[in-house]
């Protein structure tokens, strides 16, 4: 389950799908807070890089993490 590019755009990303975006934006993104993201995250379901002291979420993840969860409930 992609995420709409649509929602991709309120955030600077205009006709792009960015490799990687901040975990605020990937909250954002996914619908949930900021707590949830990180349990996501240290619970290995997210991946993440680390550049320089500043945290990035891989997108693909984000869909993944999506997918995932819809076809759970399926």
Request: proline share 7%.
């Amino acid at each position: 389950m992609p995420i709409p590019r649509a929602a991709l755009s309120n955030y600077g990303f205009q006709g792009i799908v960015p490799l990687a975006v901040p975990v605020k934006i990937a909250c954002r993104l996914v619908g949930v807070g900021p707590t949830t993201m990180w349990g996501l995250i240290k619970a290995g379901r997210v991946k993440t890089v680390s550049i320089g002291r500043r945290r990035l979420v891989i997108y693909v993840s984000l869909e993944s993490l999506l997918a995932d969860e819809a076809e759970a409930r399926s």
